[in-house]
């Protein structure tokens, strides 16, 4: 049972054009916690991006750990944490499902669980909802996952090998508000659409073709061409990334971060070339990254 320790935990990015609520990827961001046994729950944070969250148990990582411990019909000791994070709150970027993956690697530890992959898959989806965001965070690199309810099916896809830039808007941009704008229902025929589209993108990742890959990511029929109104550096970042000889430009989550795949050595011109055109954005290299939760 750990007494003490330091936990990293991937940021990641879902959907990935068409496969909403279903494809994850992990990347190059990532929140620190730094995490001992104590008395009483206590949080501190040291990044400016974790500014007003909870300092008790409410916070989300306790929220989780105490569930966690609970599914097994543990207590679960308290511990006092201290936060780093350079993962952008609201902006697509997976920052709840980092924090819910640290919370369930927490408790597997502190309370000792001895949890499985796959319990700590259905723990993270039943917070979540779907496995996209928490499956990259829980495994790192490329997932593919399905939500049934109780439980989730998961699976890994080879890592792209593939340049990331990312423009991080100054504005927030709330998931529910994001899903307020999407249809109730679709029919047939776009439906048929989507799912082949998705079908093609998950083919093409696994083949190492990034320019098909490319073309299916930008051809969303379930909620990019509903949100893209609510994002305004989007259309012109597609526009500029073809011009640059990007794979593909797409919502990344429910936005407003917009997330390039471009080839090997593209990334570096083309984040100067957004840095010139949204000056008020922050924007960011990144890798894929490989691993999840990683223990110091």
């Keep these: 049972m750990m007494s003490s320790g330091s936990l990293k935990v991937p940021a990641s990015t879902a959907n990935l054009g068409p496969g909403f609520d279903s494809i994850g990827l992990a990347f190059s961001l990532y929140l620190t916690v730094d995490v001992k046994r104590a008395e009483e729950w206590a949080f501190s944070h040291e990044s400016a991006l974790l500014a007003g969250l909870p300092k008790d148990d409410r916070h989300l990582i ?3 750990a105490k569930k966690t411990a609970a599914l097994r019909g543990v ?6 944490a201290v936060l780093k994070s350079d993962i952008p709150l609201a902006r697509g970027l997976g920052s709840s499902a980092a924090a819910i993956a640290a919370g ?3 408790a597997d530890r502190f309370a000792d669980l001895h949890l499985t992959d796959v319990e700590k898959l259905n723990i993270g989806d039943q917070f979540e909802g779907h496995p996209d965001n928490i499956g990259a965070s829980l495994f ?18 080879p890592t792209p090998d593939v340049d990331l830039i990312a423009i991080v808007p100054p504005y927030e941009l709330k998931t529910e508000d994001a899903r307020n ?3 109730d229902s679709f029919d047939r025929k776009d439906a048929v659409l989507a799912s082949a589209v998705s079908n093609m993108l998950v083919a093409a990742f696994m083949k190492h073709d990034y320019e098909t890959a490319g073309r299916m990511m930008e051809r969303d029929v379930f909620h990019e061409p ?8 989007f259309a012109p970042a597609r526009e500029l990334a ?9 919502i990344s989550g429910a936005g407003p971060t917009v997330l390039t795949l471009a080839p090997r050595r593209k990334g570096e011109e083309i984040a100067a070339a957004f840095r010139n055109q949204f000056a008020d954005c922050d924007i960011l290299q990144l890798n894929v990254e490989a691993n999840g939760p990683v223990w110091q």
């Design 75 to 80: 207590d679960m000791p308290p511990v006092e």
């Design 242 to 250: 073809h011009e640059l000889g990007a794979y593909s430009t797409v």
């Design 140 to 157: 790192g690199g490329m997932v593919c996952g399905v939500s049934l309810g109780k439980t989730a099916e998961l699976l890994t896809l």
């Design 62 to 64: 306790a929220a989780v």
């Design 226 to 233: 509903y949100r893209a109104a609510l994002i305004k550096e």
């Design 181 to 183: 704008v999407l249809p």
């Design 104 to 106: 369930i690697e927490i």
